[in-house]
């Protein structure tokens, strides 16, 4: 079992940044691939970035590149979410999950590939 808890949400302006992190407590933190994702009011949840349980990969949705970046220290059994240049539309609960199988090789975006959620941290840009 992992159980997830992030922080580092906040009032942002826009163009500016954010780095949400996700405290992972339970065993083998470090054999779970780890994904964002975020809900804005009235829309369905949706995948943001992920990275694979060895940190060799990542990837992102379209709207994140270049602007997104996850990591994670598994010494400190944490994810993190760098948000740079953010916008209005990036305004949104967003939650850390945990893949439901150990050592996958692929990196999943859906969110039935997910098993361990937090209960999330608001993230709201406005001037």
């Known amino acids: 079992q992992v159980q997830l808890v992030e922080s580092g949400g906040g009032l942002v302006q826009p163009g500016g940044s954010l780095r949400l992190s996700c405290a992972a407590s339970?065993?083998?933190?470090?054999?779970?691939?780890m994904g964002w994702f975020r809900q804005a009011p009235g829309q369905e949840r949706e995948f943001v970035a992920a990275?694979?349980?060895?940190?060799?990969?990542?990837t992102y949705a379209d709207f994140g590149k270049g602007r997104f970046t996850i990591s994670r220290d598994s010494a400190k059994n944490t994810a993190y979410l760098q948000m740079n240049s953010l916008k209005l539309e990036d305004t949104a609960v967003y939650y850390c999950a945990g893949d439901r199988l150990r050592f996958r090789e692929d990196i999943a975006r859906r969110l039935y590939e997910y098993n361990y959620w937090g209960q999330g941290t608001q993230v709201t840009v406005s001037s």
């Open positions: 990275i694979t349980w060895s940190g060799s990969r990542t």
């Open positions: 339970g065993r083998s933190f470090s054999s779970y691939n």
